[in-house]
């Protein structure tokens, strides 16, 4: 069975294995005390702390599980030094008309599109990996087609 990569920078690796270790004892000792606190409540059936605390049990354990999972097929994003083509982990200076850019390409769980942080599965990251300097490159969005120029790539 294929499972998916997560490309990740090593700082990122490190916050979700810190996330994990946080979830796996403090929070699930944390549910767990309020579940034992509300059954001391007495009728289950009716008992709104209950069904809230067993709600936060899930949201925990699902959490630990996509963290787990994240961890578990993470690619860590290394950049090659001599290759000059848009890579995972490569920021590209670009131009669109008269604007110049700049985006660095990541893996989708890093991505944040409002600084640059772009995801290697987004339509923009997908035109520009492979890509050189000097290569022209469209994109189609919903307002149509953008041209971009490859400037350099870092």
Do not use: C, W
């Not at 950049?79 to 985006?103: I, L, M």
């Amino acid at each position: 069975m294929e499972y998916e990569k997560h490309y990740l920078t090593a700082g990122r690796l490190e916050e979700l294995k810190k996330e994990l270790t946080e979830l796996k004892t403090k929070r699930r000792l944390e549910v767990a005390d309020r579940l034992r606190r509300a059954k001391e409540l007495g009728d289950l059936s009716e008992n709104s702390e209950y069904v809230e605390a067993r709600e936060e049990q899930s949201i925990v354990e699902s959490r630990i599980f996509e963290v787990e999972e994240m961890v578990k097929n993470a690619v860590l994003i290394k950049k090659d030094e001599g290759d000059k083509t848009v890579q995972v982990g490569s920021t590209v200076n670009v131009k669109k008309d008269d604007k110049e850019s700049k985006f660095s390409i990541v893996g989708s769980n890093e991505s944040k599109p409002e600084a640059g942080l772009i995801s290697n599965e987004s339509p923009l990251g997908k035109a520009f990996l492979n890509k050189k300097a000097g290569d022209v490159v469209k994109v189609n969005t919903p307002k149509g087609e953008v041209t971009y120029k490859i400037i350099s790539v870092e």
